[in-house]
Nanobody, 116 residues
C-alpha cells in the first residue's frame, strides 16, 4: 500500500508559478513510476510529468515541456512539480500518482486555478 499526500495548489495569475509537492509513504525508488496527472472539469485525467523506470527516466506531456519540471527529494520521499508560465488552460485538479508492482495509487488531489 502506498499513500500519497499532495500540497502546494492554489490560485495564481496567468504567467505565474506554483510548486506542488507529493509526499509518499515509502521510498520513491521502490516505485516503478511516480509523478503527476491532472483533470480539468469535463475532461479525462491526463499525465503531466513522471519519473519512470524507478527514477531512471522522465516522461512529460507535450503541453508542459519547457514550462514544468519534476524533481525529487529522496531523503524525504517527496516529488515536486515546478510549474512556470502557467496559463488558464492549466487549471485542473492535480493528482500525485505512483505505480508499484503493477498497482496504481493516487493522492487526494490539489486544485490549481490560473486566472487570466
Amino acid at each position: 500500500q502506498v499513500q500519497l499526500v499532495e500540497s502546494g495548489g492554489g490560485l495564481v495569475q496567468a504567467g505565474g508559478s506554483l510548486r506542488l509537492s507529493c509526499a509518499a509513504s515509502g521510498s520513491i525508488f521502490s516505485m516503478n513510476d511516480i509523478g503527476w496527472y491532472r483533470q480539468a472539469p469535463g475532461k479525462p485525467r491526463e499525465l503531466v510529468a513522471a519519473f519512470t523506470q524507478w527514477g531512471r527516466g522522465t516522461n512529460f506531456a507535450e503541453f508542459v515541456k519547457g514550462r514544468f519540471t519534476i524533481s525529487s527529494d529522496n531523503a524525504k520521499n517527496t516529488v515536486h512539480l515546478q510549474m512556470n508560465s502557467l496559463t488558464p488552460e492549466d487549471t485542473a485538479v492535480y493528482y500525485c500518482w505512483s505505480r508499484r508492482y503493477g498497482l496504481d495509487y493516487w493522492g487526494q488531489g490539489t486544485q490549481v486555478t490560473v486566472s487570466s
